[in-house]
């Protein structure tokens, strides 16, 4: 039975890569609480050479922010990094915002950094980044909302749907907390709601087209 | 792409240029990503159905246009944010500048003035306060009003005096303020040598030569273009080897100005002139 599920599960997958994968990008995540261990489950398996740059907006407490990149490195083949005001969103890497400030993407596809008011207490949002990247990216763009205690995010979600772009909402009854993939149901319908184990085989996917 | 989005991104820039050639405020060169989100704010706040809406009545109203100068910039701001920064300042770029005979120093960008009373502060303690000019300036006239009143809530001062303390203070905070009711009113005396002025980054040109600016979190607000038109100016008005200071995100990496500053404190963003 298990076996079936997963080979359901990868032919769904599969399907959506199929239909838009050769569009993407670039890949726009979001978490709040619950995030980093979802995060670690579906970036896990990639390798170190990257097609499709992944950024991430995670709330964390501005102390512990810091070591973000230090964890994620520590745990992950490709590089990760801070992403950097006015640096352009490179390939091979995965990219977390600054805590502190809202992180943007611009349509010429360079980082902006911005101290405006936090959103639901949040700074960074992933409602900036994701609106932002919809209108750089537009179509060409995947952006996926996961575990959260808050609605940030959803707005965000769908901008990237009205842009024409992928959009996934992390199953709300697997997520460790609800909140969040629950704000973007009501708001929006994504193409897909996806467990992390399907988020994960969606993303190696998307960035290793000739898997098998 | 959606209808609406893109007849908001043909107004964006409209509204912009509409707004350099009537009030001369440049916003052309903004980063948009932060200028969009702030316009469809301030058309909620201010009631506006479209931007070209608030494009007709800016353009008539100058009053109006001054509400929506308030939103088209940010002044979030804290004293002696970044503690390091200023401890930087202090132990890194203080004992050189005590080798001049007088000192000027900018302050880009100062918004509502608690990074111009931090560095008054900091000069005042480290006794070069009273042979410093201190050049304040912002293209906003009401945050520098705010600026030259020096009255801030009260209920900050318990954050800044951690900051203060962080940064090297050598006093009690307190020592600086008086509270009245909810207000902290700084000391006069810090704002002696202080020249509040208007001035833009994105159309004015040098107006002094100076030994340090400090110019943080304003830059993140420019695109590319914009950003090496500033460090080409801050690059004119230092004198030779002088400091520049910027945000603890900030960098000069990706500016082709960027080769001719040193860093000085690369953590804390303190760089200077080659």
Known sequence: MTMDVTAEVIADVDALVCERGHDIEAIVLGASAGGIGALLTILAPLPA??????????????????????????????????????????????????????????????????????????????????????????????????????????????????????????????AEFATM???????????RILSLQQIRTLIYRLEIPDAG | MPKNEATLDIELPLLMEAIYRKYSYDFRNYSLASQKRRVIHALRQMECPSVSELQARILREPET????????????????????????????????????????IWIAGCSTGEELYAMAILLKEEGLL??????????????????????????????????????????AFSDYFTAAYDAAIFDRSLCENVTFADHSLATDSVFSETHLISCRN??????????????ELFHESLCHRGFLGLGSKENLEFSRW???????????????KK
Do not use: C
């Open chain 1, 49 to 174: 050479t990257l097609p499709i740059p992944i950024v991430i907006v995670l709330h964390v407490a501005e102390d512990k922010a810091s070591r973000l990149v230090e964890v994620f490195s520590h745990h992950l083949a490709p590089q990760v990094r801070l992403a950097e005001d006015k640096a352009y969103v490179a390939t091979d890497t995965v990219y977390f915002s600054s805590a502190g400030y809202h992180l943007s993407i611009e349509k010429g596809r360079w980082f902006s950094l911005s101290r405006e008011e936090p959103r639901y207490f949040s700074r960074p949002a992933i409602d900036f980044l994701f609106t932002s990247a919809a209108d750089a990216y537009g179509g060409a763009l995947l952006g996926v909302l996961m575990t959260g205690a808050n609605e940030d995010g959803a707005e965000g979600l769908a901008a990237i749907a009205r842009a024409g772009g992928v959009t996934v909402v992390q199953d709300p009854d697997e």
């Open chain 1, 181 to 191: 993939p629950l704000a973007a149901l009501k708001l929006l319908r994504p193409d």
């Open chain 2, 65 to 104: 246009f001054l509400q929506l100068l308030q939103y088209l910039t940010i002044p979030t701001t804290e004293m002696f944010r970044d503690p390091d920064y200023f401890l930087s300042l202090r132990e890194k770029v203080v004992p050189l500048l005590r080798t001049y005979p007088s000192l000027k």
């Open chain 2, 130 to 171: 009273s042979r410093s000019i201190i050049y304040a300036t912002d293209i906003n006239p009401a945050v520098l009003e705010k600026a030259r009143k020096g009255i801030f809530p009260l209920n900050r001062m318990r954050a800044y005096s951690a900051n203060y303390q962080a940064a090297g203070g050598k006093n």
């Open chain 2, 218 to 231: 304003v830059m993140i607000y420019f695109n590319h273009e914009l950003q090496d038109r500033v460090l």
């Open chain 2, 258 to 272: 960027g080769s001719f500053f040193e860093a000085v404190d690369k953590p804390w963003r303190v760089y200077r």
